[in-house]
Nanobody
Framework: QVQLVESGGGLVQAGGSLRLSCEAS????????MAWFRQPPGKEREFVAA????????YYADSVKGRFVISRDNAKNTAYLQMNSLKPEDTAVYYC???????????????????WGKGTLVTVSS
């Protein structure tokens, strides 16, 4: 089992940047595909980005492609989400997710994911 703790959220003006971090407990971080999801106010949770166990493969939701970058440092048991050119519509609670079983290409289906963080709020002002 793994515990995930997000940090780095906050208030930022449109066009600004933030970097979210997700620190995982345990010694098996490298066995988990990692992903970020978000839930805007009054809306359902949606996929943002995913990264493979080695960090060699990534993919993104169309809404963030070219602006967000997902990465991981397996030595530090931490995944990151660098968010640039932020827009008001990026306002949401951002959740870190991890799974040791779901194939990388299917991690965007949140129903299958075993482990979730509690989330960190990102607010982008216009």
């Amino acid at each position: 089992q793994v515990q995930l703790v997000e940090s780095g959220g906050g208030l930022v003006q449109a066009g600004g940047s933030l970097r979210l971090s997700c620190e995982a407990s345990g010694r098996t971080f490298i066995t988990y595909t990692m992903a970020w999801f978000r839930q805007p106010p009054g809306k359902e949770r949606e996929f943002v980005a995913a990264i493979s166990r080695s960090g060699g493969s990534t993919y993104y939701a169309d809404s963030v492609k070219g602006r967000f970058v997902i990465s991981r440092d397996n030595a530090k048991n931490t995944a990151y989400l660098q968010m640039n050119s932020l827009k008001p519509e990026d306002t949401a609670v951002y959740y870190c997710a991890a799974d040791p079983i779901v194939p990388f290409q299917n991690i965007g289906d949140s129903r299958s994911i075993h482990y979730w963080g509690k989330g960190t709020l990102v607010t982008v002002s216009s």
